[in-house]
C-alpha cells in the first residue's frame, strides 16, 4: 500500500491499495484514475468507482465527494508515473518489442523459447504471461497501462531480466508503452487491420512505426524486408537496423526453404556466414517468424551453434498453425489467423499437399467491416468447402455477417452453421483421407465475445471433445 501524496503531489496521505481506470473492477481502497478514452470519458463512472470502496479519484473535472478528488490537467498524461509510484517498477528489465499485423504471437514465443536457455525471459502477449512458474490471463495483447506496470513489477521482483512483449496497434496509439525503453523492435507484417479503431489505414501505419521512437541509442530494429509497407522504414535512416527475408540486400538473407510434412528447412545468409536450419513449424510465414527471433538472438550474441540445435527442439505455439493428432486421417490445422493477409499465409501453404481444403471461419462483430468480403472473396476461391460460422459476433447479427463475407461471390462451395461448435463437429465428422481441415479464427482463445459478455468457449476443446466421443 502505498499513500495518495507518494503517488501524485497532493495534500492527502490517504492509504492506497491498487490503481484502477476501469470503475467495475474497482475494489475498496483503490485509486480510481478517471483517464479519456477513445470512446468514453471515465469520468463518467466516478460514482460508480465511489460505490465500489475506491479510496481517491484522480480527474480532470471539478467534482465533490467525501473521497479525495485530485484535479489534473492531463489525467491521461499521470497514470503511467502513478503506476509506476505505486507499484516500485525499477525499469531494470530489458525489452523487446514485436508489431505487426500477422505474426507477433508466434514470433514472441520462437524468441522467448530460444533465449530461455541464458536469460531469466518472460513473455507477454495475447497468449498472457508466462515466467518461470508464473502464468497469468490477460484481456489485451498489451495490457492497459495500470496492469502492465503490476505485471512488470511482479517479473522484476521475480528476477525477470527480459521480456519479449506484443506491442499492439491498440498499445501504441493510447501510449501504453510511451515510457519505455526497448532494446529491440521486430516488424513482421502490416497489413489492413483495426480500421474501427485507426479509423485510415495511414492512420494504422503510423501507429505501427511509433514503436522505433522507442528504442534506445544502442538497441536495434528489426524490418521484414520482403514487406511492402515495412519497407518503408527503409526511407529513413535509423541507427542500428537489420533486415530479413529473400531480398537479395537483406542483412538476413532467407533461401532454400523445403517443407517437409512435418518440417521446414532453410538458410539464412549473413555477411560473413550461412547457418542451415531445422524448424519443427510448418508454413512459410514461419520462416520469417523463426528468422525475426533468429536475429535477435544473433544480436544478442548467443551460441550459435547451441541456437540452431536449440531451434530443432522448439514447442508448439497453440494456436498457431497448430497441427492436432487425434489418430484421424486427414490433416487438421488450428490457427488464430483472422485477417485477409494471416488466412491467405495458411492456406496457400497447405491447400496444394491436400486432397481437398476444408477451411471454418467467421469474422468478429464490431469490428471493421471493410474487409469481411474482401476474406469472403478469397477463400470462397480457394478452399473446396468453406464453413460460415460466428466469430465473437457482439452485438452483430451472425448472419449478417456471412452475408457481408460472401458478398458478390456467385459460389455453391459453402454453408453456414451458426453455432460454432456444431460447425466445427460438422467439420470433423465430413473429412476424409488426405483432406485438410483449416479451423481459422481463434486459436486457442478461451472466451467467446456475445454482446457485452465473454463466455467460456475454446475451439481446441470442441475438437479434443469430439475425437473423445467418436
Known amino acids: ?77 499521470c497514470l503511467n508515473q502513478i503506476c509506476i509510484n505505486f507499484y516500485d517498477y525499477k525499469n531494470s528489465i530489458t525489452m523487446i518489442g514485436i508489431t505487426g499485423t500477422d505474426g507477433k504471437t508466434t514470433t514472441a514465443i520462437i524468441l522467448s523459447q530460444l533465449l530461455k536457455y541464458n536469460r531469466n525471459i518472460a513473455y507477454m502477449g495475447t497468449n498472457g504471461i508466462e515466467y518461470k512458474d508464473l502464468h497469468i490471463k490477460t484481456e489485451n495483447t498489451t ?109 538476413f538473407k532467407i533461401d532454400s526453404i523445403k517443407e517437409y510434412s512435418d518440417y521446414t528447412t532453410f538458410n539464412i545468409i549473413t555477411k560473413d556466414e550461412i547457418y542451415h536450419i531445422k524448424s519443427p513449424y510448418l508454413g512459410e510465414y514461419n520462416v520469417y517468424n523463426l528468422t525475426a527471433a533468429f536475429v535477435v538472438c544473433y544480436l544478442e550474441k548467443v551460441d550459435l551453434k547451441q541456437l540452431i540445435s536449440n531451434i530443432e527442439k ?75 460460422t460466428m466469430d465473437d459476433p457482439r452485438y452483430e447479427n451472425v448472419d449478417d455477417i456471412i452475408d457481408q463475407m460472401i458478398g458478390t461471390e456467385q459460389k455453391d462451395n459453402y454453408i453456414r452453421i451458426i453455432d460454432r461448435k456444431e460447425a466445427i463437429n460438422y467439420a470433423l465428422k465430413i473429412a476424409q483421407k488426405g483432406d485438410l481441415v483449416l479451423i481459422l479464427g481463434k486459436g486457442r482463445d478461451s472466451y467467446m465475445a456475445i454482446e457485452d459478455r465473454r463466455v467460456d468457449y475454446c475451439d481446441y476443446d470442441v475438437i479434443k471433445k469430439y475425437f473423445d466421443e467418436n
Open 314 to 388: 522448439l514447442e508448439p505455439v497453440k494456436g498457431r498453425t497448430e497441427v492436432l493428432d487425434f489418430g484421424q486421417e486427414y490433416k487438421l490445422i488450428l490457427d488464430y489467423a483472422h485477417t485477409l493477409n494471416g488466412i491467405k499465409s495458411i492456406v496457400e501453404s497447405f491447400k496444394d499437399k491436400y486432397k481437398r481444403t476444408i477451411l471454418l471461419t467467421g469474422a468478429a462483430g464490431g469490428r471493421e467491416k471493410e474487409k469481411r468480403a474482401k476474406i469472403g472473396k478469397y477463400i470462397l476461391n480457394n478452399a473446396d468447402l468453406v464453413i460460415f
Open 1 to 77: 500500500m502505498k499513500k495518495l501524496n507518494e503517488l501524485i503531489p497532493c495534500d492527502y496521505d490517504t492509504m492506497i491499495s491498487g490503481v484502477q481506470i476501469d470503475s467495475r473492477e474497482v475494489k475498496p481502497g483503490d485509486l480510481f484514475v478517471a483517464v479519456n478514452g477513445f470512446n468514453v470519458k471515465h469520468s463518467e463512472y466516478i460514482g460508480d468507482a465511489i460505490e465500489k470502496g475506491a479510496a481517491a479519484v484522480i480527474t480532470d473535472i471539478d467534482y465533490k465527494s467525501d473521497i479525495p478528488i485530485v484535479k489534473v490537467k492531463d489525467v491521461n498524461g
Open 143 to 251: 495490457p492497459t497501462n495500470e496492469k502492465l506496470y503490476q505485471y512488470l513489477s511482479e517479473l522484476e521482483k521475480k528476477d525477470c531480466s527480459h521480456l519479449v512483449m506484443e506491442v499492439s496497434s491498440e498499445a501504441l496509439l493510447h501510449q501504453r508503452v510511451k515510457d519505455f525503453e526497448f532494446k529491440y523492435a521486430i516488424y513482421t507484417t502490416i497489413t489492413e487491420d483495426h480500421l474501427n479503431i485507426h479509423k485510415t489505414i495511414e492512420n494504422y501505419i503510423q501507429s505501427k512505426f511509433s514503436l522505433v521512437t522507442l528504442v534506445k541509442d544502442d538497441g536495434a530494429i528489426i524490418v521484414n524486408r520482403d514487406d511492402e509497407t515495412c519497407k518503408l522504414l527503409l526511407t529513413k535512416k535509423y541507427k542500428n537496423l537489420y533486415t530479413y527475408g529473400k531480398d537479395e540486400n537483406s542483412d
